[in-house]
């Protein structure tokens, strides 16, 4: 049974930086062919990949929030993060941390319940 559990504050004011953890248990995230992943939603915009870090610790960005994100692990803890700097109102979002199968055409075959984020002063 994977699990996934992201944690981290609910509020962020602006200007500074959003800081979440994903805590996975059932697997490891050393193993081969899986990416584990940041996606976040709000309303209208539908579901955004943020970006993954994979088994191997290679880690990619969405183009239009990678001068902004930094994605790292913790293999000891088998946890990975996500920061996201200089937040404005429009980062407020439901963040879910999610794991990929390795293939292109793979999918996200687990997911956490997901975290609300809300940036306001």
């Known amino acids: 049974q994977v699990q996934l559990q992201e944690s981290g504050p609910g509020l962020v004011k602006p200007s500074q930086t959003l800081s979440l953890t994903c805590t996975v248990s059932?697997?490891?995230?050393?193993?081969?062919?899986?990416?584990w992943s940041w996606i976040r939603q709000s309303p209208g915009k539908g579901l955004e990949w943020i970006g993954h870090?994979?088994?191997?610790?290679?880690?990619r960005y969405s183009p239009s929030l990678k001068s902004r994100t930094s994605i790292s692990r913790d293999t000891s803890r088998n946890l990975f993060t996500l920061q996201l700097s200089s937040v404005t109102p429009e980062d407020t979002a439901v963040y879910y941390c999610?794991?990929?199968?390795?293939?292109?055409?793979?999918?996200?075959?687990?997911w956490g319940q997901g975290t609300q984020v809300i940036v306001s002063s």
């Open positions: 870090i994979e088994y191997d610790g290679i880690i």
């Open positions: 059932g697997a490891s995230i050393t193993t081969n062919d899986y990416y």
């Open positions: 999610a794991r990929k199968t390795r293939e292109d055409w793979g999918w996200f075959d687990y």
